[in-house]
T-cell receptor, first 115, second 111 residues
């Protein structure tokens, strides 16, 4: 158990809809990262938050947004969903701000299926 | 742009048959190289961090090594429970917080 909690484990929805994925980091970790894992692309970095502030963005679509709240949990919002958004979405956390090369600890992901 | 290539894509071993997985990387200023294990339906589980060429780390039957261009994950006398996908990732000099992952090696150990 990594200590990172993601909910829900599974989401099934339709094209055009909006969903929110939730992540609680390990106790004491201030950084939260979001990744997307698909069969053809592997694990792709989406976005990084440190102590409530956005620190880095990857190839995150404009239809996707995230935020980190004062209690350090984070939410990833996906809107106007398309079939290609079907994937596993992972959250990871680490103690530092990301400037140090510290290991990131992953949750077990949310499997998103778009019908 | 940071790049990571892992080989082979899949590896089948008999129990006790030692082997190595390769991770080749291209990065501007390596700050750290990470090895993870991922079981089906689970998130990646952290194994090792290597920071500089020549560094080695061991954990049970696994040993990770690092050169300036690649890393190896050596598996000695593997057991069926070592079956998993092994992922390599790098943190580059200008990509604070971002890990760039390889596609992984699917390891299957037969009893």
């Amino acid at each position: 158990d990594s200590g990172v909690t993601q909910t829900p484990k599974h989401l099934i929805t339709a094209t055009g809809q909006r969903v929110t994925l939730r992540c609680s980091p390990r106790s004491g970790d201030l950084s939260v990262y979001w990744y997307q894992q698909s069969l053809d692309q592997g694990l792709q970095f989406l976005i990084h938050y440190y102590n409530g502030e956005e620190r880095a963005k990857g190839n995150i679509l404009e239809r996707f947004s995230a935020q980190q709240f004062p209690d350090l949990h984070s939410e990833l919002n996906l809107s106007s969903l398309e079939l290609g958004d079907s994937a596993l979405y992972f959250c990871a956390s680490s103690v530092g701000s990301g400037t140090e090369a510290q290991p990131q600890h992953f949750g077990d992901g949310t499997r998103l299926s778009i019908l | 742009e940071d790049q990571v290539t892992q080989s082979p894509e899949a590896l089948r071993l008999q129990e006790g048959e030692s082997s190595s997985l390769n991770c080749s990387y291209t990065v501007s200023g390596l700050r750290g190289l990470f090895w993870y294990r991922q079981d089906p339906g689970k998130g990646p589980e952290f194994l090792f961090t290597l920071y500089s060429a020549g560094e080695e780390k061991e954990k049970e039957r696994l040993k990770a090594t690092l050169t300036k261009k690649e890393s190896f994950l050596h598996i000695t006398a593997p057991k069926p429970e070592d079956s998993a996908t092994y992922l390599c990732a790098v943190a580059g000099g200008t990509s604070y917080g971002k890990l760039t992952f390889g596609q992984g090696t699917i390891l299957t150990v037969h009893p």
